[in-house]
């Protein structure tokens, strides 16, 4: 189902990517584009969202997505160029729900391999779905907790492992902990910066940084929380030694 008044919708993405300073190629655009028209139609079925409106879609979700990819970049520099490295980059996103923020990166990195956990059937359905319809070949979906992610998926141990709308810090930690390796980074996206979240991260866990984020057309506040695991974790294929 084509989305209402596309041509604003594309002007609105084409102004959002401009002042979040993402430059992006108009297949990428469109294909973002065609994302959300998925989204806005099989929504009522899969019970994906509470917002309604593609145009709100296109602020509070494709746009608040998008703002995390240049801090991601600077955080881990190979995102950059991902088409150059010795083996492909994997990002894992735990709890995807509609396919938000790993569809999306999904769709910007097209080299990039990403795996989008989410132990909800008919979440996982719609997921395949996009995968399928968006011909998206970097992008695989486990209808599955991030504790129980089968080993043949879980190697070779993902680079960055992000989460958008997680039940809390603690819980998201103690979720991804049998998939780090000394390499992961680890990112999760948050409205107001969650001081009592971070107080009670769980042994072997830290903060590494806050990142302040300016998501175009929304005037809320958002924060990536990055994380840093202390404990010793097993080994891993660490692209940056």
Same mark, same amino acid.
């Given at each position: 189902?084509?989305?209402?008044?596309?041509?604003?919708?594309?002007? *609105?993405?084409?102004?959002?990517?401009? *002042?979040?300073?993402?430059?992006?190629?108009?297949?990428?655009? $469109?294909?973002?584009?065609?994302?959300?028209?998925?989204?806005?139609?099989?929504?009522?079925?899969?019970?994906?969202?509470?917002?309604?409106?593609?145009? &709100?879609?296109?602020?509070?979700?494709?746009?608040?997505?998008?703002?995390?990819?240049?801090?991601? &970049?600077?955080?881990?520099?190979?995102? !950059?160029?991902?088409?150059? &490295?010795?083996?492909?980059?994997?990002?894992?996103?735990?709890?995807? +729900?509609?396919?938000?923020? +790993?569809?999306?990166?999904?769709?910007?990195?097209?080299?990039?391999?990403?795996?989008?956990? =989410?132990? $909800?059937?008919?979440?996982? !359905?719609?997921?395949?779905?996009?995968?399928?319809?968006?011909?998206?070949?970097?992008?695989?979906? !486990?209808?599955?907790?991030?504790?129980?992610?089968?080993?043949?998926?879980?190697?070779?141990?993902?680079?960055?492992? $992000?989460?958008?709308?997680?039940?809390?810090?603690?819980?998201? !930690?103690?979720?991804? =902990?049998?998939?780090?390796?000394?390499?992961?980074?680890?990112?999760?996206?948050?409205?107001?910066?969650?001081?009592? *979240?971070?107080?009670?991260?769980?042994?072997?866990?830290?903060?590494?940084?806050?990142?302040?984020?300016?998501?175009?057309?929304?005037?809320?506040?958002?924060?990536?929380?990055?994380?840093?695991?202390?404990?010793?974790?097993?080994?891993?294929?660490?692209?940056?030694?």
């Amino acid at each position: 189902m084509p989305l209402a008044e596309p041509a604003q919708l594309a002007r *609105e993405l084409a102004d959002g990517l401009a *002042e979040l300073r993402l430059p992006l190629a108009e297949r990428v655009q $469109v294909r973002l584009l065609d994302y959300l028209a998925l989204l806005a139609k099989w929504n009522t079925v899969y019970n994906l969202t509470a917002i309604r409106d593609p145009r &709100q879609m296109l602020t509070q979700h494709l746009l608040d997505s998008l703002a995390i990819v240049a801090p991601l &970049q600077q955080q881990l520099p190979a995102l !950059a160029a991902p088409e150059s &490295q010795v083996r492909p980059l994997r990002v894992f996103d735990i709890g995807s +729900g509609g396919g938000l923020p +790993g569809i999306v990166l999904a769709i910007v990195w097209p080299s990039v391999q990403v795996v989008l956990v =989410e132990p $909800v059937g008919k979440k996982a !359905a719609f997921l395949r779905q996009c995968q399928a319809e968006l011909a998206l070949p970097n992008l695989s979906v !486990a209808a599955c907790r991030a504790q129980d992610l089968p080993p043949a998926m879980r190697a070779p141990a993902p680079d960055l492992i $992000v989460c958008r709308a997680f039940a809390s810090l603690a819980d998201f !930690a103690a979720a991804i =902990e049998p998939l780090m390796a000394p390499h992961t980074q680890v990112a999760a996206m948050k409205g107001l910066r969650p001081d009592d *979240e971070i107080a009670q991260l769980p042994a072997g866990w830290s903060l590494a940084d806050t990142i302040a984020l300016r998501v175009p057309g929304l005037d809320a506040s958002r924060h990536l929380i990055l994380l840093r695991h202390d404990a010793p974790a097993r080994s891993g294929n660490d692209l940056r030694a």
